[in-house]
């Protein structure tokens, strides 16, 4: 597993781009699980997903880049589903 080999120099910050992308239900949730057992072991996991529901599931933070430049930024008790779709296509009134 790649993420076995990035563990293996004991880094302090892991940055995964979109990693349960085309795995099934069952690899993602011991994803899931391994990537919550290295947060709460002080390792800080940076992921970028295509998938709304890892954000509301699993992120304390999600900041939302376009254009190169932070769109929005939320901590995970003020994540919902509407708030994040919005920011994702520029609608600042539903985003707020």
């Not at 563990?7 to 690899?27: F, K």
């Not at 940076?46 to 254009?67: A, G, K, P, Y």
Request: zero cysteines; glycine letters at 6%.
């Amino acid at each position: 597993m790649i993420i076995a080999r990035s563990l293996s120099s004991d880094p302090e910050v892991l940055l995964l781009n979109d990693p349960t992308r085309g795995i099934d239900i069952g690899a993602k949730r011991d994803l899931y699980a391994l990537l919550a057992k290295l947060a709460e072991g002080g390792l800080a996991v940076v992921m970028l997903s295509t998938e709304v529901d890892e954000h509301l599931e699993l992120m304390d933070r999600v900041v939302v880049f376009r254009d190169d430049e932070i769109a929005a930024e939320f901590p995970h008790a003020e994540l919902t589903r509407e708030r994040l779709v919005a920011s994702f296509f520029g609608a600042a009134e539903l985003a707020s």
